[in-house]
């Protein structure tokens, strides 16, 4: 005598559920207009293609926003460079000397007690890689 198995009901009307459904598409799709395979197809690639947009637009996005933060890093580094160096030189380290750099271009502010020491400054600023311009507003007290 083999025994029946708890399950074999449920099992069974599923595979009528899913007969059901796949006879119910069938029909439908016997049903549509003529050309809906070609419209539904117009419809993929245009949805392909806008998707591909999109893709393309958030790339270029990323990019510009890899370039600028790899931007504040390099300026970042430079920044940090001068200002060690300037506190590096004995001359120097006595002022209060802020540096901040923007796209390579440095600006120098605070106050010096003379016009060697704001030269000086300048020159230590030029003379770091990827240092564009320095912009020196220092003022001689």
Known sequence: MQKKNAYT??????????????????????????GGAEEAGRKIDQTAKRMGNQLEATK????????RAGNYMEDAAITTKIKAEILAESALKVFQIDVTTTDG??????????????????????????VASVKNNLVVK
């Not at 009901?9 to 016997?30: D, F, N, Q, R």
């Not at 270029?60 to 370039?67: L, R």
């Not at 440095?106 to 990827?130: K, Y």
Request: with cysteine; proline share 2%.
């Open 9 to 34: 009901p449920m099992i069974l009307s599923g595979i009528l559920v899913v007969a059901a459904c796949l006879s119910a598409s069938l029909g439908l799709a016997g049903c549509q207009k003529e």
């Open 60 to 67: 270029e996005s990323m990019d510009k926003k890899a370039d």
């Open 105 to 130: 271009v440095v600006t120098l502010s605070g106050t010096v007690d003379s016009q060697l020491s704001l030269e000086r400054a300048s020159e230590v600023a030029r003379n770091n890689q990827g």
